[in-house]
C-alpha cells in the first residue's frame, strides 16, 4: 500500500539534543499528523496539522504543515529519555472517496542516550 | 469507554484456521477503523466503517479478510484460511467523525504458526 517518505529511518541522540524529522509525499494531503508509538502500544497523538502553512507546538513538540501540502516536519527540542520511541507521520488525503483514511509514513526511531 | 480497547492482545494460531480480532471504540465515536503494522513498517489502511456500515475496504487484502459493526459499535475483523504471512500487529482506530482525529488501540498480535 502507498506510504510516506519518513527520514531519517533512526537517530541516536544525546539527552538535552534536538531532533527533528520529516515526511514527504508525492500527492496533497488534506491533514497531516504526527503520532508516536511505544513497544507493545498503539500509536498516540502529538500533533495534528490542518492548514498548509501552519505551524503548531504542543509544550517541546512543533510540528509544520508544509506550504505545498507534500510535507510536513517535527522538531524534539531539549530531548529527554522518555522521548524514546517511533515516531510517525500520517496525512489524510485531500477530500474524495476514500480520503478517510490515513496514510503512514515507515516511523523514525529515537533512542536517546541519558 | 475510556479509549479504544481490542481483545485478544495477543493471538497464536495455526495455518488454515478461522480467527476473529474485536474493537470497543471510543463511547460516542462514529467512525471506525482497522489498519495492519508488520514489523518495521507504518500501520496500513485496512477498511473504515461510518456507523454501520463500510465506507471504505479498499484496503482488505483479498476475500479473506472480512470487517463487520453491525450495532454501529463493536467491530469484528475476521481473517479465513489464516496463512503465515498474515501475521501483524492489528490496530483498530475509533474518531467522532471522519473528518476527526484518530485514537487507536494497543493492537492485537497476531501470529500465524
Known amino acids: 500500500g502507498q506510504q510516506l517518505n519518513q527520514s531519517p529511518q533512526s537517530m541516536f541522540i544525546q539527552e538535552g539534543e534536538d531532533v527533528s524529522m520529516n515526511c514527504t509525499s508525492s500527492?496533497?494531503?488534506?491533514?497531516w499528523l504526527w503520532y508516536k508509538q511505544d513497544p507493545g502500544e498503539g500509536p498516540v497523538l502529538l500533533i495534528a496539522l490542518y492548514k498548509a502553512g501552519e505551524l503548531t507546538s504542543n509544550g517541546r513538540l512543533t510540528a509544520q504543515f508544509g506550504i505545498t501540502r507534500k510535507d510536513s516536519f517535527l522538531n524534539i527540542s531539549a530531548s529527554i529519555p522518555s522521548d524514546v520511541g517511533i515516531y510517525f507521520c500520517?496525512?489524510?488525503?485531500?477530500?474524495?472517496?476514500?480520503?478517510?483514511?490515513?496514510?503512514f509514513g515507515k516511523g523514525m526511531k529515537l533512542t536517546v542516550n541519558p | 469507554g475510556a479509549g479504544v480497547s481490542q481483545t485478544p492482545s495477543n493471538k497464536v494460531t495455526e495455518k488454515g484456521k478461522y480467527v476473529e480480532l474485536r474493537c470497543d471504540p471510543i463511547s460516542g465515536h462514529t467512525a471506525l477503523y482497522w489498519y495492519r503494522q508488520s514489523l518495521g513498517q507504518g500501520p496500513e489502511f485496512l477498511i473504515y466503517f461510518q456507523g454501520t456500515g463500510a465506507a471504505d475496504d479498499s484496503g482488505l487484502p483479498n476475500d479473506r479478510f472480512f470487517a463487520v459493526r453491525p450495532e454501529g459499535s463493536v467491530s469484528t475483523l475476521k481473517i479465513q484460511r489464516t496463512e503465515r504471512g498474515d501475521s501483524a500487529v492489528y490496530l483498530c482506530?475509533?474518531?467522532?467523525?471522519?473528518?476527526?482525529?484518530?485514537?487507536f488501540g494497543q493492537g492485537t498480535r497476531l501470529t500465524v504458526v
Open positions: 500527492s496533497i494531503f488534506n491533514t
Open positions: 482506530a475509533s474518531s467522532k467523525s471522519w473528518a476527526g482525529v484518530a485514537f
Open positions: 500520517a496525512g489524510q488525503p485531500s477530500v474524495g472517496g476514500g480520503s478517510e483514511k490515513l496514510v
